[in-house]
C-alpha cells in the first residue's frame, strides 16, 4: 500500500496545494492573492524533487491502474516545468484583468496532474479519466476571463469540439475493450499480436482513436478549434494550453502506438504519414497569412504537430526507441520556446497598448530591447536556426525519420521548415527593421515573476541548444528502460 | 424467453432510435429535451435486458435525472429574446447527414460481420457485488481521479456562471 | 438471447445520429444534448461487450460508470459555459438598446 502511494507522491503534492489554495482563496484580501501563485510554483518545485528522488523506481501500483518509471519520471518532470513557466507567466495578467483568483492555480495544478495521470497510465480506463481531468481543467482555463467574450468563447469551442474529441477516443477505446476482453494496455497488445481479433473492427478502432488524439492535439484536419481558442483564451492560458495537452497527448500517443498498436504498425504508419503531411502543409502556409500574433503561433503550434506525427510514423519501425527519444526531446524543446514566444506577449500586453497583431511589432527592438532580443531567441529557436534548443530537436527528429528509411517524409519536413523559417523570420525583421506608424503607450507595471517565467525559457531554450546530451540521454534511458526497446 | 427478449430488444431500439433522431430533428429545444428523456429511459431498458440491472438504475438517476434536468434548466435559464444561443463558428452542415449515413452503415456492416473471438453466448454481466469488487479493487485509482473531476467541475461552473462581480 | 451484433447496431445507431446532430445543428445546447447521445451509444457498446465476454466480463460495466461520472461533470461545464457567455450577450443587448434610447 505505501509502495503504491509512493508512485504518485508528485500528484498528491499538487492536489494537496490545489485544494490549500482553493480552502485560503475566498480568506484572503484581493492583494493577499499574490502569494498563491508562488505557493503553486513551490508545490511544482517540491514535486519536482520528489520526481528526482523515484528517478530510478520502477513499479505498477494499483492493480496495475499507473506505472511508475522513467519515462512517466521524464514527463512527469516536463509537465512540472509547464505548470511553474505557466504560472509564472500569468500573475501579473490576471491582476490586470482583474482576474486575479486562487482558483486559476488550482486548476493549473489540477490540469497538471491529469497529464501526469494520462502519461502514467497502463489501463485505459485510468488513461480516460485522466484525459477528461486534463481536458475539463483547460476547458475553464480558457474561459477564465469570463467577462471578455471572445475568452468565452473560445472556452465553449475548446469544450464542445474537446467532448466531440472524446467520444471518439472513447468509442476506440470500447471498441479495443470489446474485441480483446482486456483494459490493459499490455494485454490488450498481447491480445492484438496473437492476432485473435476480428481485423476490420481493430481498423475502425484505430481510426476512431488516432482521430480522437488528432482533435485533442490539433492535427489536420481536426485542427480548426486551435487557432480560434488560442487567439481568445487568456494569454497565459493559450501558453499553457499549446504546450500542456499536447506534450500529454504525445506522451500517451508513443505509448498506444508502440505498445497497444505495435503489431498492427501497417494499418496505421501510413494514416499517420498522410495526416502529418497535411499538418504540416496547412501549419505552415496558414500561419504565413495572419496578421495576429497568437492565430500565427496557433498554426505555428500545428506546423510543429506535423513535425512530432512523422516521427511517430517512424516509430512504427524498427527504429522505435530513437525516434521516440527524439519526440521527447522535441516536446521539452518545444514547451520551453513556444511558452516563452506566448511569454513575451504577456509582457507586451502587460506593459504597453500591445495588441497581438503583428504591425504592433514595428520598432520593438527600440522601445523595447530586452522583450525584443528574447522574443528573438524563441523565434529563432522555433524556425530550427543553431545554437538554440529547437535546432537540435528538429535536427533529431528529421535524423530519427531518415534512419527509418523514411527520408523522403524527413525531405518533406525541412522543406516545410524552410517555409515556416519565413514567418518566424518576419517577427524579427518587424521588430529591427521596421518604422512603427505610432509608437506602442507604455503603461503597466514590472513583474518579478514574469521576468523569471521569461528568464527560465529563455535560458532553457539556450542550454537546450547549447548542451542537449543530458535531456536527450534522458529521454534515451527512458525508453530503454520502459518501452523494452 | 429468448423470443420476449428479442421482441423487447427491437421495440426498445426502435424507441431509441426514433427519440436519438428527434433530438437531432425538432425545431423546439424543448421538444428535443424531452425527446432526449425518453432516448436515454429507453438505453436505461437496454441496459436491464443485458442483465446490468445496476447500471440502469444508474442511468434513471444520472441521466434521466441530473442531466436532463441540468440541460433543461440552461434551456430556460438561456431562453433569449433574439432567439436561442447560436454556434458562433461555421460549419457545412450540409455534408453531416451523408457523412453520418456513411459511418453508421460501414460501422455497423464491420461490427455486425466481426467474429469476436472472446464472446459467450450465456450472459456473463456480474451482479452488484461483481461490480464493486472490480470498480473497488481494480479500479481504485481512476475512482479516485474521478473525484478530481467532479471537484474541477464544481469549481468551474461557480467560476462562470457564478453572479460574483468583478474585483 | 438477443445476439451482441444487434446491440452493436444500436450502439452505432445512437453513436451516428449524435454525431450528425453535432455536426448539423447549431443550437449550443443541443450541441451538447447530442455529445450526449454519442455517449449513450458507447455506454451501450461498453455494457453488451461486457455481458458477452469471457475474460473481461465486468469491466465494461464499471467502464461505464466512469463515463457517467465525466459525462455528468462535462455536461455541468458546458451549461456553465453557455450560460457565462449567455450572460455577456444579455448584457450586451440590454447596452445595445438603452444606446438607442439615447
Given at each position: 500500500m505505501q509502495h503504491d502511494l509512493l508512485a504518485i507522491i508528485p500528484e498528491l503534492m499538487l492536489i494537496a496545494t490545489a485544494l490549500v489554495i482553493l480552502l485560503i482563496d475566498p480568506l484572503l484580501p484581493p492583494d493577499g492573492r499574490r502569494g498563491l501563485g508562488y505557493l503553486g510554483v513551490f508545490a511544482c518545485a517540491m514535486a519536482g524533487l520528489s520526481t528526482w528522488f523515484l528517478r530510478n523506481e520502477e513499479f505498477t501500483a494499483f492493480n496495475d491502474a499507473i506505472s511508475l518509471d522513467r519515462y512517466t519520471i521524464y514527463f512527469k518532470a516536463l509537465f512540472l516545468v509547464i505548470a511553474v513557466i505557466a504560472m509564472l507567466l500569468s500573475e501579473k495578467h490576471l491582476e490586470l484583468h482583474r482576474r486575479l483568483l486562487g482558483d486559476y492555480y488550482s486548476l493549473i495544478l489540477l490540469a497538471t496532474v491529469g497529464m501526469m495521470v494520462m502519461t502514467e497510465s497502463i489501463d485505459i480506463m485510468t488513461f480516460f479519466v485522466g484525459l477528461e481531468l486534463m481536458a475539463l481543467a483547460s476547458y475553464i482555463l480558457a474561459g477564465?476571463?469570463?467577462?471578455?467574450e471572445l475568452s468565452v468563447e473560445a472556452s465553449l469551442k475548446y469544450f464542445l469540439t474537446g467532448a466531440f474529441a472524446s467520444t471518439f477516443v472513447l468509442f476506440g477505446l470500447a471498441l479495443l475493450y470489446g474485441i480483446?476482453?482486456?483494459?490493459n494496455y499490455q494485454q490488450i497488445g498481447e491480445t492484438i499480436a496473437a492476432g485473435n481479433v476480428p481485423g476490420s473492427t481493430l481498423v475502425i478502432a484505430i481510426i476512431l482513436v488516432i482521430a480522437g488524439f488528432g482533435f485533442k492535439v490539433g492535427a489536420?484536419?481536426?485542427?480548426?478549434w486551435a487557432p480560434d481558442v488560442y487567439q481568445g483564451s487568456p494569454t497565459p492560458v493559450a501558453a499553457f494550453l499549446s504546450v500542456g495537452p499536447k506534450a500529454a497527448g504525445f506522451a500517451v500517443l508513443i505509448k498506444f502506438m508502440t505498445v497497444i498498436l505495435g503489431s498492427e504498425s501497417g494499418t496505421w504508419v501510413g494514416l499517420i504519414i498522410a495526416i502529418a503531411i497535411v499538418t504540416m502543409l496547412v501549419g505552415a502556409t496558414m500561419a504565413l497569412v495572419q496578421r495576429d500574433l497568437k492565430r500565427m503561433l496557433a498554426y505555428s503550434s500545428i506546423a510543429h504537430v506535423g513535425y512530432l506525427l512523422l516521427a511517430i510514423s517512424a516509430s512504427?519501425?524498427?527504429?522505435a526507441a530513437f525516434a521516440s527519444a527524439s519526440i521527447m526531446f522535441y516536446l521539452a524543446a518545444y514547451a520551453l520556446m513556444n511558452l516563452g514566444a506566448f511569454g513575451v506577449l504577456v509582457y507586451l500586453s502587460n506593459n504597453s497598448s500591445?495588441?497581438?497583431?503583428?504591425?504592433?511589432?514595428?520598432g520593438l527592438g527600440k522601445q523595447f530591447p530586452w522583450a525584443a532580443g528574447i522574443l528573438t531567441v524563441f523565434m529563432l529557436s522555433l524556425a530550427g536556426i543553431?545554437?538554440?534548443a529547437g535546432f537540435f530537436a528538429k535536427f533529431y527528429l528529421f535524423a530519427a525519420v531518415v534512419d527509418a528509411g523514411l527520408a523522403w517524409l524527413a525531405m518533406v519536413g525541412a522543406l516545410f521548415s524552410l517555409v515556416s523559417a519565413f514567418y518566424y523570420l518576419r517577427v524579427i525583421v518587424y521588430m529591427y527593421m521596421r518604422q512603427p506608424e505610432q509608437e506602442l503607450e507604455r503603461s503597466g507595471e514590472r513583474s518579478f515573476d514574469l521576468n523569471l517565467g521569461l528568464g527560465l525559457a529563455a535560458v532553457g531554450v539556450l542550454l537546450l541548444g547549447l548542451y542537449p546530451s543530458p535531456v536527450l540521454d534522458a529521454a534515451q534511458d527512458a525508453l530503454l528502460m520502459v518501452l523494452g526497446f | 424467453m429468448g423470443e420476449f427478449n428479442q421482441l423487447a430488444f427491437w421495440i426498445i431500439a426502435f424507441t431509441v432510435i426514433s427519440c436519438a433522431i428527434g433530438v437531432v430533428t425538432f425545431k423546439n429545444l424543448i421538444h428535443s429535451a424531452i425527446s432526449m428523456v425518453c432516448c436515454f429511459t429507453g438505453v436505461a431498458g437496454v441496459y436491464v435486458l443485458l442483465r446490468a440491472e445496476l447500471a440502469a438504475a444508474a442511468q434513471v438517476l444520472i441521466y434521466v435525472g441530473a442531466i436532463s434536468i441540468l440541460i433543461l434548466f440552461a434551456i430556460m435559464l438561456t431562453r433569449h429574446r433574439s432567439g436561442d444561443l447560436k454556434i458562433f463558428f461555421h460549419r457545412q452542415?450540409?455534408?453531416?447527414i451523408p457523412l453520418m449515413l456513411l459511418v453508421g452503415i460501414v460501422f455497423t456492416g464491420v461490427l455486425a460481420s466481426a467474429?469476436?473471438?472472446?464472446?459467450?453466448?450465456?450472459?456473463?454481466?456480474?451482479d452488484t457485488r461483481g461490480i464493486a469488487d472490480i470498480l473497488f479493487n481494480d479500479y481504485a485509482f481512476p475512482f479516485e481521479v474521478l473525484s478530481l473531476v467532479l471537484l474541477v467541475a464544481i469549481v468551474g461552473a461557480v467560476l462562470l456562471a457564478s453572479k460574483e462581480k468583478q474585483l | 438471447m438477443t445476439p451482441l451484433q444487434h446491440y452493436l447496431f444500436l450502439a452505432v445507431a445512437l453513436f451516428s445520429i449524435g454525431a450528425w446532430g453535432v455536426l448539423a445543428r447549431r443550437n449550443i445546447i443541443l450541441v451538447i444534448m447530442c455529445i450526449e447521445l454519442m455517449l449513450n451509444g458507447i455506454n451501450i457498446a461498453l455494457i453488451a461487450f461486457s455481458n458477452y465476454s469471457l475474460d473481461g466480463a465486468g469491466r465494461g460495466q464499471v467502464f461505464v460508470f466512469f463515463i457517467f461520472a465525466v459525462a455528468a461533470a462535462e455536461v455541468a461545464i458546458g451549461l456553465a459555459i453557455t450560460i457565462a457567455l449567455y450572460r455577456l450577450r444579455e448584457r450586451m443587448s440590454v447596452d445595445e438598446l438603452h444606446e438607442m434610447k439615447g
Open positions: 477564465f476571463f469570463r467577462y471578455d480483446t476482453g482486456y483494459t489536420v484536419p481536426f485542427h480548426n512504427g519501425e524498427e527504429v500591445f495588441g497581438n497583431r503583428l504591425d504592433d511589432l514595428a543553431p545554437p538554440t | 452542415s450540409w455534408a453531416a467474429h469476436y473471438m472472446n464472446s459467450s453466448s450465456e450472459a456473463m454481466n456480474p | -
